[in-house]
């Protein structure tokens, strides 16, 4: 039976037909492939598999159906394996995998129009550590809290299927298979058919760049998966050589599976430097494409991991590009990092946290455009000018940035809380898009560890290259030091990882604040709009600035202090005069009782400028006469 005449969802993988299950398999290296059914109906039976061009295999078992266990046979072996494109590993990738009907689930979300890349404020999220329970269902609880916060857009971690029973998700080695983990498939469809009903998108971070070294067994289907090179984190997939053309098509055929049988509204893709495609046409201008034929009516984010801060991101696939609508802005947070806590080590080093870089960030994004980034000894970055600050992503915390630090501590561990309310105020108020890390919003007092269940050699491995990674920070290559490392494989360290969900109430004042700033950024008429905003910039001082925001006839003005309070005396800058026939008055300060500040004095510009030490104000324009 022809693949077009049963016109598959997937090109490779277990499909429900009416003649019971098709399976589907690239395998070129082998000249005879059986599927092999385990438990329940047809236990034990086999069915040997077509030859098809370019080295599928291809056929139907009569006796499979929904829910029915099966591994493939390679050449007569003893060994069976799992399919590389399984929806479903219930026992993990040792395991047999499960046909899975995704047409069983009934929807509720037909009217959803999917999102657009304006007006985010994206909330990252790692299942396993996010609840206590660890699953789709629980978290699919605290989604109403989520909305209730003002956050419209969750990014989930990676879900792929891992071995272990814990880890980050950066391992997957199942790619359509949602890790057994946190739930059924059917529960992580819940998961985003809920987030619909309350208006919430959602992202799911997927790796493109490896597989994970445990529980891989692609190599055995056909060692063409791989490139001779090695990559950062293993074996490189092979994009651009020998018969990668079902390579290719292996990935965008994921990138289309999770927006069309799981309905997400986009893709996080990790580390897209780590991509390497020297073909006419990039594979992540192919993979972008069919995420966006998947998606149907409906509008959908793409956003990149970039370390090179690579403009291709942002192009469409025409122009050479990789069809992306946004980045993630390093920049930003290494900027804001080194700030707040004084830090200035390894790729810390290139930056100063000064007022003119926060500034720059304001205005253009990345911060490195080209210029020679003498950590890495290369030129780093892309120009900007003409992308819209939506395309931006920044954040003062993530998954990376807590937990690639040695005891994955939270910023606020670091710097004084009124600094950091004060640089919470400038991420949520920036005209790029905010994303905050899970717990962010509540000052959450458990870590963001590094964890991975792996096998007793791998783990050790693992930590053993953890530990080479974090010896470019010059305060942790110390034996001491080292020896106080969590160790990735300890149930303690993730169990250390998950959040206490109750603090959201002990450390009130923390929510608020965020939930106060998220309201100002959605109903003020300029910061809402503040993408499409003329922006200028001013050093105030050594820890001090000021962004002034334009938007048809609207303007606001943020003064952002980062050291002592200062008296601007004379005061020869443009941009703190207020607009002709307007005094200025405070519209909003992070100094609030509520937000557990000391309170702001009362704004008096006759004579000199007070600009509060610690402390973000946002002040508006009010006509002469008129009350603010």
């Known amino acids: ?335 804001a990092y080194v700030a707040l806590t004084g830090y200035h080590d390894a790729y810390y080093s290139e930056y100063f946290g000064t007022p003119q870089e926060l500034i720059s960030t304001a205005k253009w994004g990345y911060l490195y455009q080209g210029q020679f980034y003498f950590w890495q000894g290369k030129r780093r970055g892309s120009p900007t000018i003409g992308v819209s600050p939506s395309c931006f992503i920044n954040y003062i915390q993530n998954h990376d940035q807590i937990g690639n630090s040695a005891w994955g501590m939270r910023i606020d561990r670091l710097t004084n809380p009124a600094a950091l309310r004060t640089m919470t105020a400038l991420l949520m108020l920036s005209p790029q898009t905010p994303m905050i890390f899970q717990g962010q919003e509540f000052s959450a007092s458990s870590p963001f560890l590094y964890f991975a269940d792996l096998s007793p050699d791998i783990s050790q491995a693992v930590h053993t290259g953890r530990i080479e990674y974090l010896k470019q920070f010059t305060n942790i290559d110390a034996p001491e030091i080292i020896d106080s490392i969590d160790k990735p494989y300890e149930v303690e360290t993730f169990e250390q990882s998950r959040l206490h969900l109750r603090e959201r109430e002990r450390h009130a004042k923390t929510y608020n604040l965020y939930r106060d700033l998220i309201r100002l950024r959605r109903e003020d008429p300029v910061f809402s709009r503040a993408y499409a905003c003329h922006v200028e910039g001013a050093v105030l001082g050594t820890n001090a600035f000021l962004l002034r925001y334009f938007l048809e006839g609207e303007q606001r003005l943020l003064l952002i202090n980062l050291g002592r309070e200062l008296h601007l005396v004379p005061i020869p800058e443009p941009m703190l005069a207020p607009p002709e026939g307007c005094n200025w008055e405070i519209l909003w300060t992070s100094e609030k009782l509520e937000f557990g500040g000391s309170g702001t004095p009362k704004l008096d510009t006759e004579k000199f400028w007070r600009i509060q030490g610690n402390a973000a104000v946002v002040l508006i324009p009010v006509r002469q006469g008129e009350e603010p």
């Not at 969802?9 to 277990?14: D, E």
């Not at 891992?162 to 998961?191: I, K, Q």
């Not at 994009?239 to 986009?266: C, K, M, Q, T």
């Not at 970039?306 to 802005?329: H, I, Y």
């Open 1 to 335: 039976m022809a693949m077009t005449e049963l016109q598959r969802r997937l090109p490779i993988g277990a499909e429900i037909v009416p003649e019971g299950v098709h399976f589907r398999v690239w395998a070129p290296a082998h000249r005879k492939v059986e599927v092999v059914l385990e438990g329940g109906a047809g236990q034990g039976s086999s069915v040997e598999l077509e030859s098809e061009e370019e080295g599928f295999f291809a056929g139907v078992s009569s006796q499979a159906r929904a829910g029915s266990l099966y591994r493939f046979r390679l050449n007569q072996g003893e060994n069976l394996h799992p399919d590389p494109a399984s929806r479903f590993q219930p026992d993990g990738p040792h395991g047999p995998s499960r046909v899975v009907d995704p047409s069983r689930y009934r929807w509720s979300d037909g009217d959803w129009p999917g999102i657009l890349r304006e007006g985010h404020v994206i909330y990252e999220m790692h299942l396993g550590t996010y609840t206590r329970e660890g699953s789709w269902r629980a978290a699919a609880e605290q989604l109403k809290e989520l909305k209730d916060l003002g956050i419209t857009l969750v990014e989930v971690m990676p879900v792929a299927d891992f071995p272990g029973r814990f880890g980050w998700g950066y391992d997957g080695v199942n790619h359509f298979a949602p890790s057994r983990l946190y739930g059924e498939p059917d529960d992580m469809r819940s998961f985003v058919d809920q987030a619909h009903r309350l208006g919430l998108g959602v992202l799911l971070d997927v790796v493109y760049n490896h597989f994970g070294p445990e529980g891989n067994f692609l190599a055995q289907f056909s060692q063409y998966y791989y490139a001779e090179e090695e990559g950062e984190w293993g074996k490189a997939m092979n994009f651009d050589g020998r018969r990668s053309r079902p390579v290719r098509e292996f990935f965008a055929a994921n990138a289309g599976y999770w927006i069309d049988e799981f309905h997400l509204d986009g893709l996080r893709f990790d580390a897209t430097h780590a991509v390497h495609d020297d073909s006419p046409v990039h594979v992540l201008g192919e993979i972008t494409e069919m995420a966006r034929a998947a998606s149907g009516k409906r509008t959908i984010l793409l956003v990149a991991e970039n370390e090179n801060q690579d403009a291709r991101c942002l192009r469409p696939k025409e122009a050479g590009g990789f069809g992306m609508d946004a980045v993630w802005n390093d920049d930003f947070h290494h900027s």
